[in-house]
């Protein structure tokens, strides 16, 4: 679990320094203070969106739906890999032709059927 805060707190770290850049970018265009009304509300859009995930990561429900998720999304691609292996093992197997007709011989294909 530990490895798994380990991540996103080197994902905030990271976001926390790209926003310094930004802020420090943004500064030297010389705008003046109610310009930064718009990036403050970025900034808290960005850190609730980061403690919603983090909450989510901690429901219990959410786990059972994420795993489920990827059981299901295993399962599909499963199918869809083991129908184009199907495909190509088809398309690699010799094709059933009928025998070359040696001169003289009839074929099955020379061959009356009750029909005629």
Known sequence: MTDLHGKWSEVGE????????????FEQTGRDAESREPL???RDSVTDAFDSAGNAVRDDAVKADVRETGRLF???LSASLAKAADSLREKAEPQSEPPPAVEGK???ADK?????
């Open 112 to 116: 009356p059927t009750d029909a005629e």
């Open 106 to 108: 009839p074929t099955d």
């Open 40 to 42: 403050q509300k970025l």
């Open 14 to 25: 990271r976001i926390e320094a790209l926003a310094l850049k930004l802020r420090l970018h």
């Open 74 to 76: 295993l399962d599909a």
